[in-house]
């Protein structure tokens, strides 16, 4: 059974910085390529990050470059989204996925598998 766990999430005020993690259990989680989104109350899901099988290519959408970096342990199987500078906008429930393919997607659909989700609350 595949599970993805969310962790790290909380409230912070503009400025300030969150580390989230996931961990993977149940694939071959080195195959997959990651990815992170969130949702806002009353959005659509949107693409924040994601990074490739071997850690070597990343991307990120325009609304967090240079704020946000992804990275990978597959040696732990786990994910991370460091998020510094946050912003109110940036509040959402974060999620992460995992997709099997070998280029970098970002539509929420083309991914395998979800994690429950992380809540992150910027206050201002």
């Known amino acids: 059974q595949v599970q993805l766990v969310e962790s790290g999430g909380g409230l912070v005020q503009a400025g300030g910085s969150l580390r989230l993690s996931c961990a993977a259990s149940?694939?071959?989680?080195?195959?997959?390529?990651m990815g992170w989104f969130r949702q806002a109350p009353g959005k659509e899901r949107e693409f924040v990050a994601a990074?490739?099988?071997?850690?070597?290519?990343?991307n990120y959408a325009d609304s967090v470059k240079g704020r946000f970096t992804i990275s990978r342990d597959n040696a732990k199987n786990t994910v991370y989204l460091q998020m510094n500078t946050l912003k109110p906008e940036d509040t959402a429930v974060y999620y992460c996925?995992?997709?099997?393919?070998?280029?970098?997607?970002?539509?929420?659909?083309?991914?395998?598998?979800w994690g429950q989700g992380t809540q992150v609350t910027v206050s201002s």
């Open positions: 990074i490739s099988w071997s850690g070597d290519r990343t």
């Open positions: 996925a995992a997709d099997l393919g070998t280029s970098i997607r970002y539509g929420y659909g083309e991914y395998d598998y």
């Open positions: 149940g694939l071959p989680f080195r195959l997959y390529t």
